[in-house]
């Protein structure tokens, strides 16, 4: 089954308590990024990555850190997380190359991020 | 700036009527159009997307929707709303020189009344 898996599913923290948010996806996409959910807000970018060690800042990057060592994987990392973070984050790929309905974003299921 | 905007916050209707979520966008290119929906704890789950040819777009679970480029807008429609459909809705524009990234609105909340 094509999917998006995120680990932790829910997260409870205390702030400045590094923290690694995992994503993969089995569809062999390119393109990976990672959102914040926040009410009133809608979805905002935090992270993209075009493909495996091209990574970019999205609308929202500061306090996180990505990497893209494999082409499945892209891990969202807290370094100090502070309690602006709390959020509901989503991981998200799409096949960068082909028809264009590849443009579609598959989402994975959230993680929900409580920093106190 | 590129942007979406979904005016109605929160919308309330009978099971059984019709349904209609706005979405305006700006975008400076050929938009590609997408309606997300999220039930209560759960991801989100594509509901339709345009990309060119007919305006009038079907969705999954009985959802349509047009694309107006006169008006910047891709409104979302049902003709008889069932209970199940009580969720948050959200537009999305993304285009070609993008890449991946979709652009969000801030959602619609929609509750349905028995």
């Known amino acids: 089954e094509a999917q998006v898996t995120q680990n932790p599913r829910y997260l409870i923290t205390v702030t400045g308590k590094k923290l690694t948010v995992t994503c993969s996806q089995n569809m062999n996409h390119e393109y990976m990024s990672w959102y914040r959910q926040d009410p009133g807000l809608g979805l905002r970018q935090i992270y993209y990555?075009?493909?495996?060690?091209?990574?970019d800042k999205g609308d929202v990057p500061e306090g996180y850190k990505v990497s893209r060592k494999e082409k499945r994987n892209f891990p969202l990392i807290l370094e100090s997380p502070s309690p602006n973070q709390t959020s509901l984050y989503f991981c998200a790929s799409s096949a960068q190359y082909g028809p264009r309905s590849s443009y579609e974003q598959y989402f994975g299921p959230g993680t929900r991020l409580t920093v106190t | 700036a590129q942007s979406v905007t979904q005016p109605d916050i929160h919308i309330t209707v009978s099971e059984g009527a019709s349904l209609e979520l706005r979405c305006n966008y700006s975008?400076?290119?050929?938009?590609?159009l997408f309606w997300y929906v999220q039930s209560p704890g759960q991801g989100l789950q594509l509901l339709l997307k345009y990309f060119s040819g007919d305006t009038l777009v079907q969705g999954i679970k009985g959802f349509e929707a047009e694309f107006k480029r006169s008006q910047s807008s891709f409104n979302l429609r049902k003709p008889s709303v069932h209970w199940s459909d009580a969720a948050e809705y959200f537009c999305a524009v993304g285009g070609h020189n993008q890449g991946g990234k979709l652009i969000f609105g801030q959602g619609t909340e929609l509750s349905v009344k028995p």
């Open positions: 990555s075009m493909n495996v060690e091209v990574t």
């Open positions: 975008y400076g290119a050929t938009p590609y």
